[in-house]
């Protein structure tokens, strides 16, 4: 018998203290469904792409359902988790017979009246197919409890930040559900909780003293008959299970399951402040001493504006903009209005923008300038660095601007600038400036650690601190999590 295994996903990684609310719209404009989401998919270093490619190793049927992927943003409006739960569903009703189901959801996805957004497509799913066993894969970058998985049979996350290897999640994925249908057992599944909310900055898993730990999880792997899953978790999430935890699908069983997510667990425990300190962060000031006097270089300087969570702060833009550094790029600068501007005045010509900072006060006040509008129009690519390799990203209105030594890209879509695409979309290297200004958290590490002359790391006044002590929680109790509570 060929087994028949539907895929679906939603995800999104939500600041829930953004006024930026992503509604329905968005998610219906990236959605993707059915045949559509197979031929997208197929082949590319994605969750999905590993999912079908797996499901083809093992003979079975993939029935796509529905996928959306919205980035990472603020919150999701109420609409939009009803709309989600909406095309799951009724497309997993029109599929025929299932025999197992694999959901992708981030994890961290942030709604005002769900608590929990993945528990709730969980369960939702769980209640249209009571028979049917599901196993969801997540991002590395999730929260989650047990709770949430109370009708899924295992849950497996990214083991890479960068995320290099989401494509081999939705293959550990399949294997599981997989070995439940051939065999009937049904694996012991653990979570655990360091109580450590750490900044994404510092969720890097090449960083020490994680890294060994999350070695460890490895090597436990090779010993023993399981799946172990180390989540950073997402700080600017507020929910009752921010933070890191552990989790372990294990084919020994239940109490062997806990036995090893409980033993990670105290090893993240113990190590948990030089986790939450494991790379210098610097001010904005430090970071003009240290570019200044200017010396050409034969690789660029990354300056990571790792609080902006929006892709539109205008605070590295103000600090660098006419300082003797040398060239500089802005990738991606998230900013709809302006790049509709530049697109409707054709390059070469002059325009006088606002550009940035509208997502919140947080964002710093727009840089007004006259800049000049090196190329404009509408612009789509395929991914060629390893994270996400081969899907297809659409920045929609898009521009390359001059303004004094800056030049930025600004788009109209929420696009991660973690590789060199920004630059050769335009015909440019990132070797070919002297200073690069990007916006990413981890991401960036995989094609920029070997590329740059170095990396400074600035904090700036927005919505993505390094001191997550600064942030409001109303759902997470921090009384008994670090760093607050020693």
């Not at 083809?56 to 796509?64: L, R, W």
């Not at 996805?109 to 997540?138: G, N, R």
């Not at 290897?165 to 249908?181: F, Y």
């Not at 990571?304 to 969570?309: G, I, N, Q, V």
Request: proline content about 6%; charged content about 20%.
């Amino acid at each position: 018998m060929k087994y028949r295994i539907a895929y679906a996903g939603f995800a999104l990684e939500s600041v829930s203290s953004s006024p930026f609310i992503i509604d329905q719209d968005l998610f219906e404009k990236n959605a993707l469904h059915g045949t559509e989401l197979l031929e997208k998919q197929k082949g590319t270093n994605t969750v999905a792409g590993g999912v079908i490619e797996q499901l083809e190793e093992e003979s079975m049927q993939c029935i796509p359902i529905f996928e959306s992927n919205a980035g990472a943003l603020g919150p999701a409006s109420d609409n939009a988790v009803r709309y989600a739960e909406h095309e799951i569903i009724t497309g997993l009703q029109a599929a025929g017979h299932l025999d197992g189901i694999v959901l992708f959801l981030h994890g961290a996805c942030w709604a005002p009246s769900y608590p929990d957004v993945e528990k709730y497509i969980i369960d939702a799913v769980h209640h249209a197919f009571p028979d049917t066993p599901i196993v969801v894969a997540l991002d590395y970058h999730g929260n989650v409890n047990a709770d949430t998985f109370t009708h899924a049979k295992a849950a497996v996350a990214y083991h890479h930040s960068p995320h290099t290897d989401m494509g081999e999640t939705g293959k550990r994925a399949v294997k599981i559900l997989s070995r439940i249908l051939r065999t009937g057992q049904i694996p012991g599944f653990a979570l655990a909780h360091p109580n450590i909310v750490i900044p994404s900055i510092m969720s890097a898993t090449a960083l020490e003293p994680l890294a060994s730990i999350i070695a460890s999880a490895r090597n436990l792997e090779k010993t023993g008959d399981c799946d172990i899953s180390v989540m950073a978790g997402f700080a600017y999430a507020d929910s009752p299970n921010t933070g890191m935890t552990v989790m372990c699908v294990d084919w020994d069983g239940q109490h062997a399951a806990h036995d090893k997510a409980d033993q990670l667990t105290k090893a993240l425990h113990a190590e948990r402040k030089a986790i939450s300190t494991a790379q210098p962060v610097m001010s904005v000031e430090q970071m003009l001493q240290t570019l200044t006097p200017f010396a050409p270089k034969s690789r660029p300087t990354v300056v990571l504006e790792h609080a902006d969570r929006l892709n539109d702060s205008t605070h590295g833009m103000h600090a660098l903009r006419g300082k003797p550094v040398g060239r500089v790029a802005v990738p991606f600068l998230f900013d709809p209005h302006t790049a509709k501007q530049a697109v409707t005045a054709g390059s070469g010509a002059e325009i006088q923008v606002a550009l940035g900072g509208h997502s919140s006060h947080h964002a710093g006040t727009p840089l007004t300038a006259t800049a000049k509008v090196i190329w404009s129009g509408e612009k789509s690519y395929a991914v060629s660095g390893r994270m996400m390799h081969g899907a297809q990203v659409n920045l929609g209105a898009t521009a390359l601007l001059e303004i004094d030594n800056l030049r930025i890209s600004v788009v109209s879509v929420f696009a991660f600038a973690i590789d060199g695409d920004p630059f050769y979309i335009f015909n440019e290297r990132p070797e070919d400036y002297d200073v690069i200004l990007l916006r990413s958290k981890t991401h960036y590490r995989d094609f920029y650690v070997p590329r740059a002359e170095q990396i400074l790391i600035i904090d700036t006044p927005d919505l993505g601190p390094a001191n997550v002590k600064q942030l409001i929680y109303k759902q997470l109790n921090t009384s008994t999590a670090y760093p607050w509570h020693q």
